[in-house]
C-alpha cells in the first residue's frame, strides 16, 4: 500500500508514461490474480543465512526437475488426492510444500521475512477438496478411509498433511516460485488474463510498446472471469477510474500451478519478469454505468512476455 502511495505521488508530479509504468509495477505486487495477498518473502531475495541443507535442497531443484514435477501433478488433477507418505524425494517434497505456501500461507507472520518467527507461525493444513469437505483433502498422510456414512464435513476419515511454515521453508518457496515464474512454460503456451482497477490517468498514460516489471513472481489466471471479477472488485481508486484487463494470450514462460494450488477456483499461472503491451483498446463506458462523462474507462491490453 506505502509503495503504491508513493509511486502515485510520483506519477502526479511527473504526470508520464514513466510514472503511469511505476504505478502499474507496484500495482502487480503482492496479489494473486483473484486479489489475496501474499507476502513479500516471494518478492525477496534468498536469505543469505540459509542453512546448508537448505541451500543444498535449492541447489538441486532445477528447472529440469520442476517441470517433471509439474507435468506429474498435471495429469493427476486438482480433485486427485496425494498421499504424502508415498513421496520420498525431499525435492519433490519442497515443491510441494512452497505451492502450498504460496497459495494458502499466512501472510501477516512474514510480512517482513528478515522478522520471521517460527514460533509465532500457524500450522498449514492441505485443503479439503469439493464444497461439501466431503472429498479427500488435496495431500493427506496414509489411507483414506470410506466417507459414505459420515456426516458432513467429518474429517476423521483421513489424516491431512500439516506443515509447520518456517523462514527456511519460505526461502525454499521462494526459490521455487521464482523458478517456476521463469520455466520454460510445461504446456507450450499459455492463454492468461489480470484484471484491475487502476487510476484512469495511469490507464490513459500507458502507450503500445510500453514495458513493466511484473515482478520476479506474478499472478496470472487461465479463467477470464477471475480477472474480470477482480477488474471490478478490486482496489477502489479516488476519482476517474480505469477498469482493465491484462491478457497474454500465449505465455511461453511460466507454469500452471491450479492442480496443486490450495484455491482451485483461482487457475493461477505463475510470470516472472518484463511484460511488453502490444496493444491498447480504452473506451469511456461512464455512461452504462449511470456516471458523468470521463468518470469510467474500459481499458484492454494485449501484451506478452520480453
Excluded at 512452497?98 to 493444513?125: Q, Y
Aim: aromatic content about 10%; glycine content about 8%; some cysteine.
Amino acid at each position: 500500500m506505502k509503495l503504491l502511495l508513493e509511486n502515485w505521488q510520483r506519477f502526479l508530479n511527473e504526470s508520464d508514461l514513466r510514472g503511469a509504468i511505476d504505478y502499474l509495477e507496484g500495482a502487480f505486487e503482492d496479489k494473486h490474480a483473484s486479489g489475496r495477498p501474499y507476502s513479500k518473502i516471494f518478492d525477496g531475495k534468498i536469505d543469505e543465512e540459509s542453512s546448508n541443507i537448505t541451500i543444498e535442497i535449492v541447489n538441486q531443484i532445477t528447472p529440469k526437475y520442476l517441470t517433471q514435477v509439474l507435468k506429474k501433478y498435471k495429469s493427476v488433477g486438482f480433485e486427485g488426492s496425494i498421499d504424502m507418505n508415498e513421496i520420498k524425494d525431499p525435492r519433490e517434497i519442497a515443491i510441494i510444500n512452497s505451492i502450498l505456501l504460496f497459495t494458502a500461507g499466512n501472510v501477516a507472520t512474514v510480512r517482513n521475512p528478515h522478522k520471521f518467527s517460527d514460533k509465532e507461525a500457524e500450522d498449514l493444513e492441505s485443503p479439503v477438496l469439493g464444497s461439501m469437505g466431503n472429498l479427500p483433502p488435496k495431500y493427506h498422510r496414509g489411507p483414506v478411509k470410506d466417507n459414505r456414512n459420515l456426516n458432513f464435513r467429518d474429517t476423521s476419515w483421513f489424516t491431512p498433511y500439516v506443515i509447520k511454515p518456517t523462514k527456511e521453508l519460505y526461502t525454499i518457496a521462494a526459490y521455487v516460485m521464482t523458478q517456476i515464474s521463469n520455466l520454460k512454460n510445461p504446456d507450450g503456451s499459455t492463454h492468461i488474463y489480470r484484471g484491475m482497477g487502476l487510476p484512469a490517468k495511469v490507464a490513459l498514460n500507458l502507450k503500445e510498446g510500453s514495458e513493466f516489471f511484473g515482478g520476479s513472481i506474478s499472478s496470472w489466471t487461465m479463467n477470464k472471469k477471475i480477472a474480470e471479477d477482480y477488474m471490478y472488485k478490486g482496489k477502489k481508486v479516488d476519482g476517474p477510474k480505469a477498469i482493465c484487463m491484462f491478457e497474454i494470450e500465449s505465455a511461453e514462460k511460466g507454469a500452471n500451478i491450479d492442480f496443486l494450488s490450495a484455491f482451485k477456483y483461482e487457475r493461477e499461472f505463475i510470470l516472472g519478469g518484463k511484460i511488453k503491451i502490444v496493444s491498447i483498446k480504452i473506451s469511456d463506458v461512464s455512461d452504462m454505468m449511470g456516471k458523468p462523462p470521463g468518470s469510467i474507462h474500459y481499458a484492454r491490453f494485449k501484451c506478452d512476455e520480453v
